[in-house]
């Protein structure tokens, strides 16, 4: 029996799509809550009664969610925030809450437009895809393994690097491919094992533990990939195109 291509075998148990819709969407914001209140602490449960986890950044982001196709749920999300504005006026995440921690000189000799400019956050993977039990360590680590098959659980690692290829997918399409991230140490790390090297633009900082500042520009994240992630990229990324808000 041949053995299914990272990529096939992603496809064959996940969908990744835009949050397009309210229903949608409520999808990304119950992850997030599953995540950064109930099971993290990073917000207070007590402020989302709804158990949806929501800020001010959300109405103008472009939300993509990673669904489990054979149960329907909802599996992993992300989220791109493009800058409207002036860093006076129009903050991104970072920007918002922290300005402390980001090299200012770095970002100055880059000069980068403006409107040029997003950010990526929220990454998420729900705990049903991640967590063995007991285990509680980082947001995107391991699965139950008794509860889905060997050949499943090889693609569940999969989702928050999905997530990623996905981001880098719109912050081409949305022309916005200078892209900044506030993450923790582990994530960059991820990321450089599949070949994407993302730049450190500051310092770190204790926000919901300790965050630092990184980009990396579309192209870069998409070049740099692995022969096996370019594979994966070339099957989210036309998916993606064909969305009537991200055409042209």
């Given amino acids: 029996m041949t053995e299914l291509s990272i990529a096939a075998n992603f496809d064959k148990y996940f969908e990744v799509k835009i949050a397009d819709t309210d229903a949608l969407r409520d999808q990304v914001y119950g992850i997030r809550y599953r995540v950064y209140a109930e099971e993290f602490g990073f917000e207070k449960a007590e402020d989302f009664p709804n158990k949806l986890e929501k800020d001010e950044f959300d109405n103008k982001s472009i939300h993509c969610l990673i669904s489990h196709k054979a149960s329907g749920k909802p599996a992993g999300c992300v989220r791109v925030v493009p800058t409207f504005g002036s860093s006076e006026k129009e903050l991104l995440p970072l920007e918002k809450y922290c300005a402390a921690s980001l090299d200012r000189e770095f970002i100055q000799a880059m000069d980068h437009p403006r409107d040029s400019i997003c950010e990526i956050s929220r990454l998420a993977v729900d705990t049903a895809f991640r967590q063995r039990p007991g285990e509680k360590k980082t947001r995107l680590g391991s699965v139950d393994e008794t509860m ?80 096996d992630l370019k594979e994966l990229y070339a099957l989210i990324a036309p998916r993606l195109e064909q969305h009537p808000a991200l055409r042209g």
């Avoid at 081409?172 to 993302?198: C, D, H, Q, W, Y």
């Fill in 148 to 227: 889905h098959s060997k050949e499943e659980i090889r693609s569940f690692p999969l989702i928050a690097v999905a997530g990623f290829l996905a981001c880098i997918s719109i912050t081409k399409l949305v022309k916005r491919p200078n892209t900044f991230m506030m993450t923790e140490p582990f994530l960059p790390r991820l990321l450089a094992r599949s070949g994407i090297l993302v730049e450190r633009a500051g310092s770190d900082i204790d926000y919901h533990g300790i965050r630092a500042p990184y980009f990396i520009t579309s192209q870069k994240a998409a070049a740099g990939l692995r022969s």
